[in-house]
């Protein structure tokens, strides 16, 4: 009995303390706060490089539009009418979406729900996050008999997408260039569209100035209102030239991606309220945010992605000067500029 004590005894083996299970949960919780920003880091590099595919993707189809049709497609056909965005879809791969569109009936709101309300994965920055894809939009009084009714009895449904074509610059240039069309994009006119901007704040006085783009107003961007512009008229560079880009959260839930009457496209620049700083920070708040959020960007911390006319895209700083911006927004303004640099104000005599 004692030796069979003494052995057993022997045989135990001293216990952690309380003080060495402390140290090792301590050394533990340090390695995970080590690790944690290296893993939330590689998730966001690895989403951003799906939205920088996503907007890979709509470069291409707008490559494949033009290759079939010989011009860009227009910003929208017609008020109320589709987009841009709808145009190109079977040069996404998206034609089961395309063919729910009812050419025949052309307004958005004559249009089905299934057609409207159509999911396409690429529009979507997975940085992003929406509770729902889905949005009602109460139209205005179209001259169509749409400014009332819905689906049953609200607004009208239709998808969101968190990308938009860059309709120019909101920088005011002077009247048509000789050999200047409407075709071109230009047109004349007292009020600037979507993309428009008072001008020092009083709107009456904007007869004799044009906007480097806007959807009603335009003359030097790439994708406007009904303009049929080709890569040809690209005199920038399509390589130096902005597409399309990510917005903000703000603004992707509020417009529907199909409906020509829910700002297919926006203006970027200096003079533009939303566009006084490039895009919203990733984690401000959408609504009393600054400015609002209705710019480019907010999807990615520090940098915003943008489709370029060559179908490159580009991971632009959200330092970017914005004069640049100004320049890269249109295809003709024969400006030299560097994203890594700065240029001159567009309203310098």
Known sequence: MVASFVNGSRSRRPAFTLVELLVVIAIIGVLIALLLPAVQSAREAARRMQCVNNLKQVGLAVHGYH?????????RIYDHQQTWSSLILPFMEEAAAADLWDNERGCFYDQTYEART??????????????STIVE?????????????GDNGRGYAGSISDYRNVSGSSCPVTFRRPGQTQDEGFTDGNYAGWSGSYVDGAMPQARNIRYRGGSAIGNRSVVSFKALTSFSKIIDGT??????????????????????DSLPGIAIGETRDFCQQLCLEANDDPKNGP?????????????????????????????T??????RAATRAGEDIYDFDGTAPSCHTP
Do not use: W
Request: net charge negative.
């Open 118 to 131: 159509a999911t396409i994965p690429s529009f979507y920055c997975p940085s992003v996050g929406h509770e």
């Open 239 to 260: 390589s130096k030239t902005l597409l399309a880009g990510e917005v903000s959260k703000r603004l992707a839930e509020g417009v529907q991606v199909f409906n020509g």
């Open 321 to 326: 000067d914005l004069k640049v911006m100004d």
């Open 67 to 75: 290759d079939v049709t010989k011009h860009l497609p227009p910003m």
């Open 291 to 319: 400015l609002g959020g209705l710019g480019f960007g907010a999807g990615h911390p520090g940098v915003a992605v943008f489709a370029m006319c060559d179908g490159s895209v580009h991971v632009l700083s959200r330092s």
């Open 137 to 149: 939009h109460i139209p205005h009084d179209t001259g169509h008999g749409h400014s009332r009714g």
